[in-house]
C-alpha cells in the first residue's frame, strides 16, 4: 500500500502518479488534499508520513511544489526517511543504500514523465542491506537522541 499526499501545487501530478500505480498494479491511499485551493503542506504530508511509519502503508509519495516543505514536515515522523529528488540516479540509490521509505517531489520542478520514471525506478528497488542497514541504525540512533 503506497501512501499519497501533495498540498494545493501537487493535486494535478498526483493523480499523474495514481494513474501510474494503478499500471503497476500497486494499491494506494490517499492522504489528500484534493483541491487546489491554498494549503498547509505539513497537514497532508504528516498524515501520510505517520501511515507508513504506522506500517498500515509500506512508502510514501508526497508532493509539493518543490517536494522540500512536504519531505522536511515528513521526515520529523520517526521512522521516516526521506529522498526528495528530481532525478532516477537519486531516488534509485535511495532506496539501495537508505531504504528511504518516503520519496518526494516538486511538482514546479519535475515535468510529469520525469516525476513517473522516478517513482517507477524508486518502487520496484529494494534495499541492499548490508554495511547500510548499519548506516540507518545509526540514523535511528540520532533519531532517539544518542551520540554517535
Ligand atoms: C507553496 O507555495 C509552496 O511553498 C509549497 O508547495 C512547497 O514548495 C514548500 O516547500
Redo the contacts with the bound molecule.
Keep these: 500500500m503506497i501512501a499519497l499526499a501533495c498540498?494545493?501545487?501537487?493535486v494535478d501530478l498526483k493523480m499523474e502518479i495514481m494513474h501510474l500505480l494503478d499500471e503497476m498494479g500497486l494499491e494506494y491511499k490517499d492522504f489528500g488534499t484534493n483541491t487546489r485551493e491554498?494549503c498547509d503542506?505539513a497537514v497532508f504530508g504528516s498524515r501520510a508520513a505517520r501511515a507508513v511509519a504506522r506500517g498500515e502503508c509500506d512508502r510514501g509519495i508526497l508532493i509539493?511544489?518543490?517536494?522540500?516543505?512536504?519531505g522536511?514536515a515528513a521526515g520529523k515522523v520517526p521512522g521516516i526517511r526521506v529522498c526528495t529528488c528530481s532525478d532516477v540516479y537519486t531516488a534509485t540509490l535511495s532506496k539501495r543504500h537508505n531504504n528511504s521509505n518516503i520519496l518526494t517531489f516538486?511538482a514546479?520542478v519535475v515535468g510529469v514523465d520525469v516525476a513517473k520514471m522516478i517513482a517507477k525506478a524508486w518502487l520496484t528497488e529494494t534495499f541492499e542491506g548490508g554495511r547500510h542497514q548499519r548506516r540507518i541504525d545509526q540514523i535511528a540512533a540520532i533519531e532517539r537522541g544518542e551520540e554517535l
Excluded at 498540498?7 to 501537487?10: A, F, Q
Excluded at 509539493?64 to 512536504?70: F, Y
Design positions: 498540498d494545493h501545487t501537487g491554498s503542506y509539493c511544489g518543490t517536494g522540500v516543505g512536504i522536511m516538486g514546479r
